[in-house]
């Protein structure tokens, strides 16, 4: 079984670009969460959605929006790149995003904006 | 509000030896807790939770932690260190609405 396979694997963006990652969840997974990993923040919870509905979503400002496909697949964009959105993006799907599931990461798209 | 914390950013041990990891955290409500690792150019991989079932969880090569209500703890130990553990480890707490919050990381160094 394949696992999270996340595209581009590097990005590089200048400020005020916007930028879109990709995201293609183990099959048969039909949550699919995203994380920011930075040095200085850690690990925040971006948004997951469930059947092509964002079901929840943490604190980061409308800049930082998704979307989920029929096929669960999902994208998240980032409108106005700041420097400060310079970060690796990690999604995670699970069966069905139950707080007591397992969470399964793919390797991460790292932005970079100049 | 949830909240994790992770007693020491780097934690070095000698191959062989006992590894501890140490995780505090605060919840309004009773919480799920996860241990995850990250090896380097990778996404994160789960090594135990806890879900409210037994409060000694075992998990994957050889890890396992204690949930400890009173003291908001949930450690993680391994009894002797391999070079291959050598990554960085993620203490989690579910949060009220969905996703996790994750504390800042321990990176664990293996000696030789």
Known sequence: ?114 | AQSVTQLGSHVSVSEGALVLLRCNYSSSVPPYLFWYVQYPNQGLQLLLKYTSAATLVKGINGFEAEFKKSETSFHLTKPSAHMSDAAEYFCAVTRPFGGLTFGKGTLLTVNP
Not at chain 1, 53 to 72: A, E, V, Y
Request: glycine residues 12%.
């Open chain 1, 1 to 114: 079984k394949a696992g999270v396979t996340q595209t581009p694997r590097y990005l590089i963006k200048t400020r005020g670009q916007q930028v879109t990652l990709s995201c293609s969840p183990i099959s048969g997974h039909r949550s699919v969460s995203w994380y920011q990993q930075t040095p200085g923040q850690g690990l925040q919870f971006l948004f997951e959605y469930f059947s092509e509905t964002q079901r929840n979503k943490g604190n980061f400002p409308g800049r930082f929006s998704g979307r989920q496909f029929s096929n669960s697949r999902s994208e998240m964009n980032v409108s106005t790149l700041e420097l400060g959105d310079s970060a690796l993006y990690l999604c995670a799907s699970s069966l069905r995003g139950g707080a007591d599931e397992k969470l399964f990461f793919g390797s991460g798209t790292q932005l970079s904006v100049l």
